[in-house]
């Protein structure tokens, strides 16, 4: 994988786990669906069985349940974690390139998301603050 590795600077949103009514967000990518396990504003990791090809671009599009859109662009894998089984592989990706209003759309719907599920009430504010702030993790 490239020396990018894990570099994103914005936090990463789960969107996939016990806390989060599943699922809350999809994922494509040339094609072909695959399950999303965290979001950011620079990118986000998916399930995969086997490393993807850290060389080639790759286009993606993301849904999220009850919203309306679709947010499409470019990614390349940059890390590659392989799971207990074949099937359960992470592999963490950056985008490189939003199409159209991808981003702005995309800070949208993870800031509702954030204050969906967040444990304590937060403000709209808030919640745009925690996805475009700096990663905790």
Excluded: Y
């Amino acid at each position: 994988m490239s020396d990018v590795n894990e570099r994103r600077q914005r936090q990463r949103i789960m969107v996939e786990s016990t806390h989060v009514p599943a699922p809350a967000f999809g994922l494509e990518c040339d094609g072909k669906a695959i399950a999303v396990r965290d979001v950011s504003l620079e990118g986000f990791s998916m399930h995969v069985s086997t490393a993807p090809d850290s060389e080639a671009e790759f286009r993606f599009a993301l849904t999220r349940t009850g919203a309306d859109g679709v947010v499409c662009g470019r990614a390349q894998a940059v890390n590659f974690v392989r799971g207990a089984t074949a099937e359960s592989g992470v592999a963490g990706c950056h985008v490189t390139a939003f199409d159209g209003d991808g981003k702005a759309r995309l800070a949208q719907w993870l800031s509702a998301h954030v204050a969906a599920v967040a444990g304590v009430p937060l403000t709209e504010q808030e919640a745009r603050d925690i996805v475009n702030g700096p990663s905790l993790v």
